[in-house]
């Protein structure tokens, strides 16, 4: 119960956070003018991107450990131990930071894109109330009309790995008989057909692609 509750928590708190951190990584700094002076070093802007984007990975890596780290410790105590749900809890950390990864990388693309640093954070809490809320609230809805009449079990799993908030809530809370308490997406679970393997691939891809186009982006950035 405690790894499906801090999961349901997870899909709303580390997107957020992620994108705070990244929205302005390159607007920021070329409305503060620094940005000049950073591409004077003799680096390609590629490694700019992906220095910058580990940099804020390690902030959130330290931050998810000790946070839910310190939770699970307390909780640990507090039950007597948590047994073999050890392994269950630490897989969920790692999701987590995969996630934040992901959405680091989305913003990060928002940043190469926007010519504003207040149009990237609008662009950013934009995204992440599709994200976090709206896409499944589009979803469930849809699939209430529908009654399984075009929305087919695999065109399920593909909208599913459309939006990586649901790519991370099946790999923790799929299988779950507590999940429908916290997530209200136990009906999606079961009708989705996704293993451990594509998910994950997937949420790599969520942190490949976004973080690939927001190189190319910056590349092409007039200064």
Not at 30 to 53: D, H
Not at 119 to 127: E, M, N
Not at 157 to 171: H, K
Request: charged share 10%; net charge neutral; proline share 3%.
């Amino acid at each position: 119960m405690m790894i499906v509750s801090l999961s349901s928590l997870t899909i709303f708190l580390i997107p957020l956070i992620a994108l705070l951190l990244s929205h302005d990584a390159v607007v920021g700094e070329a409305e503060r003018g620094t940005l000049l002076l950073l591409l004077s070093y003799p680096v390609a802007r590629w490694q700019i991107i992906l220095g910058k984007f580990l940099g804020h990975l390690v902030i959130l890596t330290i931050a998810t450990t000790i946070g839910y780290g310190a939770a699970g410790l307390a909780l640990g105590l507090l039950a007597g131990g948590l047994g073999e749900g050890w392994v269950a809890f630490a897989r969920m950390i790692g999701n987590s930071i995969a996630l934040g990864a992901a959405f680091l990388a989305i913003g990060y693309a928002v940043s190469a894109l926007a010519r504003e640093r207040g149009v990237a954070a609008g662009i950013a809490v934009g995204l992440w109330l599709l994200f976090a809320l709206v896409y499944d609230m589009i979803l469930l809805g849809a699939l209430v009309v529908d009654q399984g009449a075009t929305i087919t079990p695999t065109v399920l799993n593909v909208l599913l790995l459309l939006n990586p908030a649901d790519v991370y809530r099946l790999l923790n809370l799929a299988g779950s008989a507590d999940a429908s308490m916290f997530a209200g997406m136990s009906g999606l679970a079961a009708d989705a057909s996704l293993g451990a393997p594509v998910l994950l691939l997937a949420l790599g891809c969520w942190i490949v692609l976004p973080l690939a186009l927001a190189s190319a982006l910056f590349k092409r950035r007039q200064l």
